[in-house]
């Protein structure tokens, strides 16, 4: 009823301005015209604003840019401008949509694939770069809104629609109400939003990240820290940041939890959370979880586990002293997982009861908590008295003296959960820890029998391959294929005496197992002279990846620090971080994917370590404890990293983070709430960014969005604006459409020559294995009508994630590819279009001199084309132009002269001369390029690096565009190839059915 309610609101608001126009333009009542919208090129804006109004017209943009204005006009006020000498041309104001599809969902690799993230950990990350995005809008979200650094990086938002700025160096306001603006911003600056736990109305917390001891500290920052003790330690375990409940005990706070019970009684309002898993179903009394309370009978308020249900027991002065509620939840609440409880009661009375972050149960309990009793202590896991013993894990318990908001529940259920459940999230680029590194092997190589150590320490302990044919190089990694050795050929003694002397060690692996069932433990790493005697061994033993380390208080063989035996099942036939740490405290800690799993004692120090011990990867010296797999990063320091710093790695290296994590951003507004725009509003928004190009420092321009071609490239008045903005010095980037796979089907912007125009591949669910990825079936291929090959690249568009506001158009019309919170899944080339975007960001924070050609010029040198096995392309030049984009080699290319060659701008633009490219057409239907034999339309196969294009890109190059200008043997384009049904764009220039 509200979108019927609405849909009669927009219908009446439509039908009453067009009344009004139809009122100014002179319309009769009795007999009114359709008025339409119109775009006018003259000599100048002054003229053309005359000539409509000359005729009773009403003019609604001046496009300056263009010497054009937008006007709504009747049919017979818009003959009478085709006959105005000062009217150059009469041109229907067209339709775009952006350039999505919301059918396919999946991974979110883009940063890895086209090499990004090598260039973050260098610190190139579009630092200073503007990129103007002309689209749906923009909602502000954590991440985009502010710099790693906490810089504002939003410096605009243009809403080209109703001409006005909607904000301008001030807090960012939300203008999207279709959702493609915010994915593509996201895309370019940052695919995750930082999710803050709330902390209004904190009183204490508890994270039980200690690890030892008999202290559980309040970490709230609010008040004297109301800490808890621990009665008798050998009751309990502690777990990286949790602490297990194994034997009844008491943990309570030594003295009266006044801080809490003073806030509350303040404020009449409470919440209480709780992460946990329960060690059964079967607790009952209630077993007490979190408690303020003397014994089993007085209380102020009780969270605890009946059976498989939870309840709340709070006392208010309408209750007596047991402050008993009969508020239990529902039955089978209470199950063997981690779970998030969290119990609120406002000032009114109302009590709810979450779980996971939806409400499971509410009640009511009047009166206030004016007969709480102060002298009353805070415990966990039982009474008091000991009589209400609760079993489990906890991770997590935070009080508050105020009802949190459902907004605020799942807030921090979201805060939590998401790096838990989604760790393939990254909040933003940043740099690997580098502190106390002694070893670092990326696999960058890419052939040879060396790994090279590329830490940058003296002496580098670079690693032999034994068996070349027992590897295969990939992008970045290495994949062992058969048993082979791969070691040090000299000790390794500068690794030996850095750690002794720290008696701290770190060793993170990034590895893809080929299998769970290797066995022995099967070495990842290993600092050993055979299998019985070692230093330290990181290895595979089934599904369990296994630790042993020699100290002082271990043999030779050194101890089984982690096993299958207590961390089974964390093994995956996956990209996966492996981390283990060991602090000269004697602590050992294992991370996977950057969250801890586990931690134990071991004790000692290395002073018994082994001099002339060898480093070897994948293999034992004695060459019989072989591990498969591929191999993406190693790393060992002679420090223990902690959390922090392991997740730090851990988001280096990950692949999620925007490709210009840095760059600065002006949002355009030019579609409306359904993804569909107008030439006039995007021209309009064009003319905007150039004219604020300077004071914004607007380096790029991206357009991801596309119509159907209805004149030659030069008569089109949007890409006339388009043009205006290259030579203005702006690089713009246009998606190829998403109108394929037929030739002929790039769209309006992306038939402009001189921009760089991006197509669209997907990476068939298999992240960082570029060698099975494909060129995406809706991508659109040229060439286009004029001959031009186009899209010049290829870039990632299948898959993506990235922010989408939940209220927007594409949230409800696609709601099955929300991946978790606001993270949404999308492909098209527009994803490719924004991935591009960001890479000439990191391009021109690298160098700011280059020119748009200059960066067309080196896109296209350091792409790489798709080959099959034979070494011949797998796609047409038409489907995937230069290949596949390589944001590293694109900043660290040096090519020069080899874009647009043969093309004058300003001539185009001044319409004294018009440009035709290369492609031709055969009599038998396919298409080719002129001079260049063999690039002839065809199926694809597999992705793949190695192939050089010849003839300096000579495919790019135009010539003068004339009547007489023929194609091959007089062959024009195949038949039915027209421009849309009797389209008029001026009174002399028709839309032909044919070519010339």
């Known amino acids: 009823m509200i979108h019927k309610i609405q849909a009669f609101k927009n219908s009446f608001v439509a039908c009453f301005l067009l009344s009004f126009i139809m009122v100014l333009a002179g319309s009769s009542a009795a007999h009114p015209q359709n008025v339409s919208a119109y775009i006018l090129e003259s000599v100048s804006v002054e003229t053309a604003v005359t000539a409509v109004e000359q005729v009773g017209g009403v003019v609604t943009h001046e496009l300056g840019i263009i010497d054009s204005v937008g006007a709504q006009l009747t049919e017979d006020q818009a003959e009478r401008l085709r006959k105005n000498p000062n009217i150059l041309t009469v041109t229907a104001d ?142 309990v375990t502690w777990g990286e940041d949790s602490l297990e409940v194994n034997h009844q005990t008491r943990i309570y706070s030594p003295t009266s939890a006044t801080k809490i019970i003073n806030e509350c009684q303040s404020s009449n309002e409470l919440s209480i959370e709780a992460w946990i898993t329960p060690e059964n179903s079967s607790q009952s009394g209630p077993a007490r979880i979190v408690t303020l309370s003397e014994n089993s009978s007085n209380r102020n308020f009780t969270l605890g586990q009946e059976e498989d249900s939870f309840d709340i027991r709070v006392r208010t002065s309408e209750t007596n002293s047991n402050g008993i509620l009969n508020f239990p939840s529902n039955s089978g609440e209470a199950t063997t997982s981690l779970m998030q409880i969290i119990v609120t009661r406002d000032v009114d009375g109302l009590v709810h009861m979450y779980k996971d972050g939806r409400l499971i149960a509410t009640d009511s309990v009047g009166g206030d908590f004016s007969n709480w009793d102060n002298s009353f202590q805070l415990g966990l896991t039982n009474e008091l008295t000991s009589s209400r013993f609760w079993k489990g894990e ?218 002339g011990f060898q480093l070897s990867l994948a293999n034992e010296l004695t ?159 040229g060439p286009t009508y004029e001959g031009f090959v186009k899209p010049d690249l290829v870039a990632p568009g299948g898959h993506i994630m990235g922010i989408l506001p939940k209220y927007a158009h594409l949230a409800h019309k696609y709601p099955q590819f929300f991946a978790s919170g606001n993270y949404f899944e999308m492909s098209g080339t527009s994803q490719a279009t924004a991935v591009t975007s960001g890479i000439i960001a990191l391009m021109l924070q690298d160098d700011p001199e280059l020119t748009p050609d200059d960066v067309k010029c080196r896109l296209l040198a350091s792409s790489n084309p798709a080959v099959n096995d034979k070494g011949q392309l797998a796609y047409s030049i038409f489907q995937q132009g230069a290949g596949l984009v390589n944001a590293y080699d694109a900043v660290n290319s040096e090519a020069s002269g080899c874009a647009n060659n043969g093309l004058d701008i300003d001539k185009d633009l001044a319409g004294v001369e018009h440009y035709g490219g290369l492609a031709n057409q055969t009599k038998d239907g396919t298409y080719h390029i002129l001079g260049m034999d063999g690039y002839a339309w065809s199926d694809g196969y597999a992705w793949s690096d190695g192939y050089a294009w010849s003839d300096g890109y000579a495919w790019s190059d135009g010539y003068a565009w004339s009547d007489g200008y023929a194609w091959s043997d007089g062959y024009a384009w195949s038949d039915g190839y027209a421009w849309s049904d009797g389209y008029v764009w001026s009174n002399a220039y028709m839309g032909i059915s044919n070519a010339p």
Not at 217 to 224: A, L, P
Not at 489 to 506: A, I
Not at 526 to 548: C, I, K, V
């Open 623 to 781: 060459g019989n404890r072989a591990w498969l797999g591929e191999l993406h990063m190693v790393a060992i320091y002679c420090e223990a990293l902690d959390k922090s710093e392991v997740l730090q790695n851990f988001n280096a290296a990950s692949d999620t983070v925007g490709i210009s994590p840095e760059a600065n951003l002006v949002s355009v507004k030019a579609f409306n709430a359904s993804g569909a725009g107008r030439y006039m509003d995007v021209i309009r928004g064009i003319d905007w960014v150039v004219a604020n190009k300077d004071a914004l420092n607007i380096k790029v321009l991206n357009l991801s969005f596309s119509a159907g071609p209805q004149s030659h490239y030069w008569d089109d008045p949007l890409n006339q604006a388009v043009m205006r903005a290259w030579q203005a010095g702006i690089v713009v980037v246009a998606a190829a459409g998403n109108n394929g796979p037929d030739p002929m089907t790039v769209g309006v912007p992306g038939n402009v020559p001189y921009i760089i125009t991006v197509g669209a591949i997907s990476d068939n669910y298999t992240p960082l294995n570029p060698n099975d990825d494909f060129l995406a079936s809706f991508s659109s291929t």
């Open 94 to 235: 067209p339709e775009l949509i952006v350039s999505s599809t919301g059918n396919v969902a999946g991974h979110n690799d883009f940063v890895q694939l086209t090499r990004a993230n090598r260039l973050h950990q260098q610190g190139i990350t579009g630092q200073d770069v503007t990129i103007a995005v002309i689209d749906t809008g923009y909602w502000p979200s954590n991440l985009t809104d502010m710099t790693d650094s906490g810089e504002t990086r939003v410096l605009a938002q243009y809403d080209a629609i109703n001409d006005r700025i909607d904000s301008w160096h001030s807090t960012p306001v939300s203008t999207d109400d279709n959702g493609h603006g915010a994915h593509i911003t996201s895309i370019l600056l940052g695919s995750r939003e930082v999710l803050n736990r709330p902390d209004n109305g904190l009183v204490a917390l508890y994270n039980f990240t200690e690890g030892e001891g008999d202290t559980i500290y309040d970490v709230s920052n609010v008040g004297v820290p109301l800490n808890l003790v621990i009665e008798d330690v050998d009751a």
């Open 394 to 611: 906890y991770h997590m318990v935070a009080v508050y003296c105020q009802a949190l908001s459902e907004d605020e529940v799942v807030q921090s259920f979201q805060a939590i959960e998401s790096p838990m459940q989604n760790s393939q999230t990254a909040q933003v680029s940043m740099p690997r820890h580098e502190e106390g590194l002694v070893a670092l092997y990326d696999f960058e190589e890419g052939s040879g029998n060396i790994i090279h150590d590329v830490s940058g320490n003296e002496d580098p302990i670079d690693l032999t391959i034994a068996d070349e044919t027992a590897v295969t190089w990939g992008i970045s990694h290495l994949s062992i294929d058969s048993p082979t050795l791969i070691y040090s050929t000299e000790n390794v003694e500068r690794l030996s005496n850095r750690c002794q002397d720290s008696r701290e060690l770190t060793v993170e692996a990034w590895v893809n197992p080929e299998n769970l069932a290797q066995r022995g433990p099967a070495r990842i790493v290993t600092f050993s002279t055979n299998t019985s005697e070692r230093n330290f061994t990181l290895g595979q033993d089934s599904s369990a990846y296994h630790m042993r380390l020699r100290t002082t208080k271990t043999g030779s063989n050194g101890s089984n620090v982690f096993s299958r035996y207590n961390i089974n099942h964390t093994v995956a036939t996956e990209l996966t971080q492996v981390t283990y740490t060991h602090s000269a405290s004697g602590w050992d800690r294992i991370f996977v994917n950057g969250q801890p799993i586990r931690s134990n004692y071991t004790g000692g120090d290395f002073s018994n370590w082994q001099d």
